[in-house]
């Protein structure tokens, strides 16, 4: 009998959006699509919101890698949102670099209410990259 060593398998945290991409992770269950089962998600209300510390400790606690489904120019509580968002990206990735922390491990894409296909892709890429770079 073979047993599954889920040390294999990157564990992928998951910013999603409440109102545009949480749609999209749901949908992407109705329709049965298949992502590494260890992506976690955490819903906030905007993409804006995240916390670059936030990132960094999900990396402290043994995340592989982190993706954030970012509402893009879809986002109800600002205008500038992709812009905010693309901030908080390349500074987290500073400061992942001071840390000794391989940027490629965050990663980050517009993922609108239906986007359950761009949203399992994202996961699955995110998932073999880490696994190679292990």
Not at 33 to 51: N, V
């Amino acid at each position: 009998m073979e047993t599954k060593n889920n040390n294999s398998v990157p564990k992928i945290l998951v910013f999603s959006t409440e109102k545009i991409s949480d749609p999209a992770i749901d949908l992407a269950g109705l329709l049965k699509l298949h992502y590494p089962a260890t992506a976690y998600t955490i819903d906030i209300p905007c993409s804006s919101a995240i916390k670059p510390r936030w990132i960094l400790h999900a990396f402290e606690k043994g995340f592989d890698g982190v993706f954030i489904a970012a509402d893009g120019t879809d986002c109800p509580y600002g205008e500038s949102c992709s812009e905010k968002t693309a901030k908080i990206m390349s500074d987290t990735q500073k400061m992942m670099k001071e840390k000794g922390i391989d940027p490629v491990r965050l990663k980050m894409a517009a993922i609108c209410s239906i986007c359950a296909e761009a949203f399992v892709n994202h996961v699955k890429s995110l998932a073999v990259n880490l696994s190679k770079s292990k």
